[in-house]
RNA sequence: GGGGGCGUGGUGAAGCCUGGAGUUCACGCCGGCCUGUCAAGCCGGAGGUCGCGGGUUCAAAUCCCGUCGCUCCCGCCA
């Protein structure tokens, strides 16, 4: 028997072209027009809307059937393609300009009344949304972001191939390692007490590959991080994951620069130059306060100290003394009143300022300001000429140690001039990252695995506070979309580095015995990087959340509304795995379940 | 661990500040009319423990405390 397929063609792809073509569609009942006589229903399905038209006249189905219709019935129609009447042509639809006329309908599946409506029109509460999800990617939104996510893979593989990269897979349940983030654990029935782990990335397998000879590896890796949520994180997500041997820097920063390119042009049709700019992270975070610099706009931040080296203001007087720094940056034309400036003020403290100083410029071109008095003719000037100032703008300034400054301004950057939404696409690399980030104490403690190759041994021993390493992020409208490094490909530079990192002998041969012995076997210099796929797509479409780009995420605390994990399990279960359940949690459960309140 | 915002018929919002009858708007749902609409239209109807608990008050959606859920942020994320 033939087969008989149950569309002949896809409702969007309905042209002028296919007048006179009889076409049997399937699909999903989006709005109706119910005329009591004839009706109309928009049929959807993935690939987008055509109108067809329900005439009594023609008998496609029983006038019940007919008038019966509701939304998201799945339904089936056979039925010609003819032109719409005239002055019935649909310009907002790319198939408008044709219609079917059903002979015959079919109700493959009919549906409830829906928790909420399918529209567009309406933002509805997001864990409704997630409750429901498999309703929500019914709506124009989340079907165009599947594609999205879809497309940018696919983009990816298509440059990985050309590159003739490998593409392999690495196992999900590991061992535990208690540096970085938290590890996801899984418990093993078959060795009781034991856990494996989820990789918080594919880090150490990607160098065995290197050191079994795959000379370019790249994987679509799902990874894992127990901390906490925010919109641009979830405790499970999917990361771009690749490494080249007999590689440094410069090559892999210029695969990512195809990749980049590549997703940017299919997503969006847009063109990026290249090669993308580059920051050394010293750079970056003297310019603009931060180690992912939204470079989308100017207002940098500029060191005004050597302007106040003779001055009487106490406050800069001290900074300056204790070895700290005056910076500022030109926030331009705020028109803030008094209010609003000591607002500013106030958010520069929050955020761990001792203070701040705003001036506005006048039109006479001196300065308004609480502490203008204090200062000499000569610093007002520089203010203004190294701060490009003209009349209207407003100056901040923060006196106070470096990092302070930096972060503090940066922060105030970005809250005065970054740009809403991401029509703008403005990638970086940030290169030369510190080896370690100094603690407010002055504690060192490592900005990045251990596994990554120092820029110089020697500085790395000598001066461990300032050592740079072959480090790299790549940086987008203000996000970190990834990092990688140059690695380690000799086993006492490994094991010096872990020395300096603080990890004892014991305990890196305990943990990482089996990896410092495979890198004695002629390990090829090797270098890679792994980026945020959520993140890359969320930004390219323009979405605030990585929610929006994964088919079925989790809250902001770990549930999954639609299946309702995590959930408890049975005791049986625990018993195989050896695990009971502390006491103070069975009480808590306890408590919840008599309506108490939960300690 | 901490700070902010939100929670009102199925959905989205207004009402809350300044307490006075579950009030309003849009959508959806149900019924009726309707043969060229495209957010179809017109008429009618149903639908509520104002997240939950406690307190203040003659009176609480509204004020206070607690709690749960969602969300944004700080910490955390080598």
Partial sequence: MDHQPMKSIHAGELRAEHIGQTVTLAGWV????????????????????????????????SDDVLHGLRSEYCIQVEGEVTPRPEGTVNRDLPTGEVEVVASN??????????????????????????????????????????????KAIRAMRNVLDREAFLEVETPTLIASTPEGARDMLVPSRLRK?????????????????????????????????????????????????????????????????????????????EDIELPLPRLTWTEAMDRYGSDKPDLRFGMEIVDLSDAFADTEFKAFTGVLGDGGTVRGINAGALGLARSGLDALTTRAQELGAKGL?????????????????????????????????????????????TKVARAVLGQLRLDLGQPT?????????????????????GSLSPAHHPFTAPASLEDLVNT?????????????????????????HDPAMQAKVFEVMGISDEDAESRFGWFLEALRYGTPPHA????????????????????????FPKTQTGADPLTGSPGRVDESQLEELGIEIAPAV??????AEAGDTPE
């Fill in 30 to 61: 989006g709005r109706r027009r119910d005329h009591g006589g004839v009706a109309f229903v928009d049929l959807r399905d993935g690939s987008g809307i055509v109108q067809v038209v329900l005439n009594p006249d023609n008998e496609p189905a």
């Fill in 105 to 150: 309908l079919t109700v493959l599946s009919p549906a409830a009344a829906l928790p909420f409506q399918l529209d567009d029109r309406s933002d509805v509460d997001e864990s409704l949304r997630l409750k429901y999800r498999y309703l929500d990617m019914r709506r124009g939104r989340m079907a165009a972001n599947l594609v999205a996510r879809s």
């Fill in 193 to 269: 007490g034991q856990f494996y782990a989820l990789p918080q990335s594919p880090q150490l397998f990607k160098q065995l590959l290197m050191i079994g000879g795959v000379e370019r590896y790249y994987q679509v890796a799902k990874c894992y991080r127990d901390e906490d949520f925010r919109a641009d994180r979830q405790v499970e997500f999917t990361q771009l994951d690749l490494e080249g041997s007999f590689w440094g820097q410069e090559d892999v920063l210029t695969v990512l620069e195809k990749i980049a390119a590549e997703v940017v042009r299919d997503l969006r049709g």
């Fill in 357 to 401: 100083v705003w001036m506005v410029v006048e039109e006479d071109g001196s300065l308004r300001s609480p502490v203008s008095k204090f200062l000499s003719d000569e610093e007002r000037g520089a203010i203004v000429t190294r701060l490009d100032a003209t009349y209207g703008d407003t100056l901040l300034i923060v006196a106070d140690a």
């Fill in 421 to 441: 939404g991401h029509d703008e696409l403005s990638f970086a690399f940030i290169v030369d990252f510190p080896v370690f980030d100094v603690g407010d104490d």
């Fill in 464 to 488: 461990p506070e300032s050592a740079v390493s072959k480090a790299y992020d790549l940086v987008l409208n203000g996000s970190e979309l990834g990092s990688g490094s140059v690695r380690i």
């Fill in 528 to 551: 890679g990087f792994a980026f945020g796929i959520d993140r890359l797509v969320a930004i390219l479409q323009g979405e605030p959340n990585i929610r929006e780009i994964i088919p």
């Fill in 586 to 591: 069975l009480e808590s459960w306890a408590a």
